[in-house]
């Protein structure tokens, strides 16, 4: 009966070291003052291609702009929730999501139109053009926090 409990012990530590695993895996840096923001992405269509969730760090020059990303991670798409993590100290941020199901690293669209998904936390509006980024602003706490956001489709 005493192999029994040291042996439970054993397996116990084994079964945690996932978590532990998955923790690092986040994109940033893992420093003091650095919390944890998971992003979640529902009513993703398919398993096709990867999902491009990119993390802007609230100042209105570099929403959106080329060369404006604070932090991207690309991961493979999962249908119908892909979720990433980023370690960021706590603050304002905006994410901008899009679905690149042909993986080619670009967000396809025609003059007007996008032709892959795409998503905005807050589920920001979107109605003409691109969204404010008073719309898409949400605040990172010290704790740490997990933001969705609904995959939308041409």
């Not at 990433?84 to 993986?103: K, S, T």
């Amino acid at each position: 009966m005493t192999r029994i409990f040291p042996s439970l012990a054993v397996l116990a530590s084994l079964l945690a070291v996932p978590s532990v695993a998955s923790a690092q895996t986040c994109t940033g840096d893992r420093v003091a003052g650095a919390v944890r923001l998971e992003t979640v992405v529902t009513d993703v269509r398919n398993a096709h291609g990867e999902v491009a969730i990119t993390i802007y760090a609230n100042d209105p020059k570099k929403f959106l702009a080329k060369g404006g990303k604070l932090l991207r991670a690309r991961v493979p798409s999962g249908a119908p929730t892909t979720r990433a993590c980023f370690w960021l100290p706590a603050g304002q941020y905006e994410v901008a999501v899009y679905h690149d199901e042909n993986g080619d690293q670009h967000f396809n669209r025609t003059l007007f139109m996008p032709k892959e998904g795409y998503a905005f936390s807050n589920d920001a509006p979107t109605t003409f053009g691109l969204p404010k980024l008073s719309d898409a602003r949400f605040t990172l706490p010290a704790g740490g926090a997990s933001v969705r956001m609904k995959m939308r489709y041409p």
